[in-house]
């Protein structure tokens, strides 16, 4: 599947659209920073100034011309591709956010151990990817988004000073059952961290937030 990511960032590239967007999520942060998930998606926003209806006719014609197109579609607030390749056994979708304000971004370097291709992007610095992180998981309650911020929390990055949201999260991070640490995070796993998780669950990042509402 990564090769197929790489692929695509660089079909993107070539036709150069990927300066009118801003790369993020969970595919992003193991494309250029070993994230220690599986993630099939390809998330970015688009910068403010950019026509959606001149960009989104372009992408759908190049994925079109490449890939076996499921569905495509340019909604109010997001524009949507979904597409396959006889090459890998599961769909590939790519998320473009409209309407977003600036966000702090860097070059990165998009990588894959399974490819010998790499492409430059205009990757979310690791600050505004936690963030989003903690925006997400306050508002969607799911498993891997407290999974990433754990992750960039272990790289160092800092959580946000707001004892009221850190209170929430914490709650969250707690409320997990087994089950959701076996199944739902164990599919996007590899064994040994798997077997880490079921045993430690969040341990680390419950630590972390505690000492931040204690100091608060």
């Not at 989104?56 to 197109?69: A, Q, V």
């Not at 164990?186 to 100091?215: A, C, M, P, Q, V």
Request: charge should be positive; glycine fraction near 4%; proline fraction near 1%.
């Amino acid at each position: 599947m990564e090769t197929l990511e790489i692929e695509v960032l660089e079909l993107l590239n070539s036709i150069r659209v990927l300066d009118s967007l801003y790369f993020g999520g969970g595919t992003m942060l193991r494309l250029c920073h070993n994230l220690n998930r599986y993630s099939t998606d390809l998330d970015f926003w688009v910068k403010p100034e950019i026509d959606s209806s001149i960009l989104f006719p372009k992408i759908k014609n190049e994925l079109s011309k490449n890939y076996t197109m499921i569905d495509a579609a340019n909604k109010r607030f997001t524009m949507l591709f979904e597409f396959r390749t006889a090459k890998v056994n599961r769909n590939l979708k790519i998320e473009i956010r409209k309407g977003q304000q600036e966000f702090e971004w860097e070059r990165k370097i998009a990588f894959s151990s399974y490819s010998n291709k790499q492409v430059v992007v205009k990757g979310l610095t690791l600050p505004q990817m936690m963030t989003n992180k903690i925006e997400a998981a306050l508002s969607r309650k799911i498993i891997r988004d407290i999974f990433d911020i754990e992750f960039l929390l272990m790289r160092g990055i800092k959580l946000q000073n707001d004892k009221k949201k850190l209170e929430a999260l914490l709650k969250i991070a707690e409320g997990f059952t087994d089950r959701d640490f076996k199944t739902t995070l164990g599919s996007i796993l590899d064994n040994k961290e798997r077997k880490f998780y079921t045993e430690n669950k969040f341990r680390f990042l419950k630590e972390e937030i505690r000492k931040e509402i204690f100091h608060h």
